[in-house]
């Protein structure tokens, strides 16, 4: 511990970002980091505590707890205070195959469980780990790994962050990896699920030309089931692991759900970023929300995504519509006691661009969506809401209870369904004749990842569902060890 009193000393002090009205001019990231200087300022504030909750990476109440990677957060933070940065990436790239890609978009639940969080202000954990790994591909310290090989060959279905992942560690092992990918890049939901001004695509193709480079393969519009047929993966390699994620999105079961204008979120976000790596929007072919009434339905992650989207478009206007209701502004240690991750209320980057350019935050809480109208032709023109309240029912559940006189119609000619998603595709669990869970995502127990049938793996989304991006990470690493040990009877990853 460099500094014995410097939380003491020093405040948190976040990254800036480009101003809203600027940065809405473009695509480009919004984040402006800070100086080195300032980043030692920033490490120096770790307690450096005798027992780290923030690389814990549990499961308390449902949501994460500390870092799911197990990063050596503290570690790193001193060396930063003491200016050692390579050391510090040496210990970053420990447990962290993909730092570039967590500082950016995830929700640093290590931050939440940080000490200092307890009482104070936590450490600036996500942004020091974004200064470590930019200045390590600066210096050249981040390079291809070319391990001896071993003869084993291992197909990984999907190059999400589970599939690069577990790529990752059985490439460095030795063993022979082919990633099939359907689309036409590499990266799944890091390259088409994720705006550009929160994770730019220089950034992924970056980390994939390393992974070349060590000896991956990538095989790109292949679509395992029917591109090419599952069984004759599972024949030509010695293991198969499904990184295909949970790609089936959650629809709205209300009249005029299918009217035109009326889309998933992951659809809009998809082929926004396409087009726009593609021809900078000039072949049309994505979904323009310009001069627009735009509602999009969920407030999470893809939610805000989708306002940041429309916005750069030039909507007329945006709101967000959430069932649940407002968080607090502060934890609530009662019902949220720390180290849980603090449900509190924040503004992400879609929110400050919309309050910036329309007055408001454009989140609507406790608000649910009664039917969708339509004009003549078929085009969505209003939405019918009505506030609710969560109330207990009978057996003890809380159940929404709409409030009586408080419907609203809306104006809208463009609605995004940002609700989550169900599970993995049918096509290639079906092809496999694979076993699912209650939740209809692929059966393997954490800690095994091996399915129904022999040698097919899974990991990701595919099996625990939805989740956050650096779970699917440790899931890629975890499973990449079994796959290791089922090949060769031990593993050298840990």
């Known amino acids: 511990m ?19 009205e600027d940065r809405i001019q473009d695509w480009n990231e919004f984040r402006i980091p800070l100086s080195k ?36 957060i503290p570690e790193w933070n001193d060396l930063v205070y003491r200016n050692q940065w390579e050391e510090a990436y040496k210990r970053l790239e420990r447990t962290n195959p993909f730092p570039e890609f967590t500082s950016r978009v995830c929700p640093a639940p290590c931050e939440g469980s940080c000490t200092e969080g307890y009482q104070m202000e936590s450490v600036t954990i996500s942004n020091i780990e974004y200064e470590i790994i930019e200045t390590a591909f600066r210096n050249g310290w981040v390079g291809p790994a070319t391990p001896k ?6 197909a990984i279905v999907g190059s999400g962050p589970a599939g690069l992942s577990t790529a990752y560690y059985l490439n460095a092992v030795g063993h022979r990896v082919t990633v099939f990918e359907r689309n036409d890049r590499p990266g799944g939901l890091l390259m088409y699920g994720i705006p550009n001004m929160k994770l730019e695509k220089q950034i992924v193709e970056r980390r994939i030309r390393i992974m070349e480079e060590a000896g991956i393969d990538f095989a790109l519009n292949c ?5 090419k047929s599952a069984a004759s993966l599972v024949e030509e390699f010695d293991a198969v692991v499904l990184c295909c994620g949970a790609t089936k999105a959650r629809g709205l079961q209300v009249e005029g759900a299918d009217l035109k204008g009326v889309h998933y979120a992951v659809d809009f976000l998809t082929a926004n970023t396409k087009s726009l790596l593609d021809s ?32 750069r478009h030039g909507c007329n206007s945006v709101y967000q519509f959430e069932i649940m209701p407002k968080p607090a502004d502060k934890r609530d240690p009662e019902t949220n006691p720390w180290p849980e991750w603090p449900k509190k209320q924040k503004m992400d980057y879609g929110q400050e661009e919309a309050a910036a350019l329309y007055g408001d935050d454009p989140r609507q809480y406790l608000i649910n969506t009664k039917r ?22 009978p057996a003890g559940s809380m159940v929404p209870v709409e409030v009586e006189g408080s419907e609203k119609v809306w104006k809208a000619d463009l609605v995004l369904m940002a609700m989550g998603f169900l599970g993995p595709e049918d096509t290639l669990v079906e092809a496999l004749h694979l076993k699912r869970d209650g939740r209809s995502n692929i059966l393997a127990a954490y800690g095994d990842f091996e399915t129904s049938e022999e040698k097919v793996f899974t990991a990701g989304d595919a099996r625990r569902g939805q989740s956050l991006v650096v779970w699917a990470i440790q899931e890629g690493k975890l499973a990449a060890k079994e796959v290791d040990v089922y090949l060769t009877g031990k593993s050298m990853i840990k």
């Not at 504030?45 to 949501?63: K, Q, S, Y």
């Not at 090989?149 to 291992?154: A, F, L, N, S």
């Not at 900078?280 to 939610?303: A, E, H, M, S």
Request: hydrophobic share 30%; charged share 30%; aromatic share 4%.
């Open 2 to 20: 460099g500094k014995t009193t410097g939380f003491l000393e020093y405040d948190r002090k976040e990254q800036n970002k480009r101003d809203p």
């Open 280 to 311: 900078n929007f000039q072949d049309g072919k994505y979904i323009d929300p310009k001069g627009k009434d735009v509602l999009v339905i969920g407030g999470g992650d893809t939610g805000t995504d989708c306002v940041g989207t429309a916005i």
């Open 372 to 393: 969708i109208v339509g004009d003549d032709l078929g085009n969505v023109k209003e939405v019918h809401t009505v506030q609710i309240e969560w109330k207990k029912n």
């Open 149 to 154: 090989r071993t003869g084993k060959k291992v």
């Open 223 to 227: 679509e395992i089931g029917k591109t």
């Open 37 to 72: 200087e300032e980043m030692q300022v920033q490490g120096a504030r770790c307690m450096d505590c005798g027992i780290p909750f923030c690389h814990g990476g549990v499961l308390l109440a449902g949501m994460a707890a500390g870092c799911p990677v197990k990063n050596l």
